[in-house]
């Protein structure tokens, strides 16, 4: 039988790859993302009949329970739960504006804690030993001018997840942290090339954190080799932090 996974942000950059990576390794990925990019449709027709899509808006908090049942009722076993999707708030603490901030927690904070419930619940019901990765981010340790609001948001569900993995590892589902480096995304598209030359130089492999190395580590926090792995964050950094 093959394993589910759910995927947020699943249409481009980190999501996409972890994705390909845990088709490839014979997973069945249901994704969701606002939209659907032409790379993801591209992948899922090369692994037909192993993936499923759909779209949400993740702001829309109210309506992730129901879309939960929706694509993944709990006559499904999901055995596994990727929050990826997240948006950035770059600008001083003293220039944040309430509706970017909630718009922002909205997204990286209280929609995935949201889906995780409904993923515990689905595998509590079909008593699934499961594995929970959030994706975090090395601003939570190295702090950044501009990013106070954003590393806030990861910092938070760096604590949900150690909380997580305490409350449910005697049903044996995991939760685990991958922190990611700076990576060539969208998210990160908006930077000068003296900011990035500047982050290539701070690391210690003197370059940009690949999303493939990302990936793969997601792919072994899922799988049955780190079983004993709970309640961690993982550092995937080239050496930055």
């Known amino acids: 039988m093959h394993k589910t996974v759910l995927i ?32 993801w449709s591209a992948l899922a027709r090369a692994h037909a009949g192993m993936t499923e899509w ?11 329970e129901a879309g939960v049942q929706e694509f993944l009722p709990l006559t499904r076993p999901v055995h596994a739960l990727v929050n990826n999707a997240a948006v950035a708030y770059d600008d001083l603490a003293t220039n944040v504006s309430l509706a970017r901030l909630e718009a922002m927690l909205a997204v990286n904070v209280v929609a995935p804690m949201m889906i995780t ?12 030993r499961g594995s929970i990765i959030h994706i975090s981010s090395v601003s939570v340790r190295s702090g950044a001018r501009g990013l106070a609001m954003y590393a806030a948001s ?3 569900m760096e604590a949900f997840s150690r909380g997580i993995a305490q409350e449910w590892g005697p049903r044996g589902i995991r939760s685990n942290c991958v922190v990611p480096g700076y990576m060539e ?20 492999l003197r370059r940009e954190t690949d999303v493939e190395s990302v990936a793969a580590t997601v792919g072994f926090l899922l799988g049955d080799e780190s079983s004993a792995i709970t309640g961690q964050e993982i550092v995937v950094d080239a050496g930055l932090s």
């Open 117 to 128: 419930r409904a993923v515990i619940r689905n595998m509590l019901c079909h008593e699934v």
């Open 154 to 156: 990861k910092g938070a």
């Open 54 to 64: 759909r779209s949400w808006d993740l702001e829309r908090t109210e309506r992730i």
């Open 185 to 204: 995304t969208e998210m990160t598209a908006g930077l000068t090339a003296d900011q990035r030359t500047r982050i290539r130089r701070q690391a210690a």
């Open 8 to 39: 947020t942000g699943v249409s481009r950059g980190l999501g996409l790859a972890c994705a390909r990576r845990l088709l490839e390794g014979g997973w069945r990925v249901c994704g969701v993302s606002r939209s659907e990019s032409a790379e």
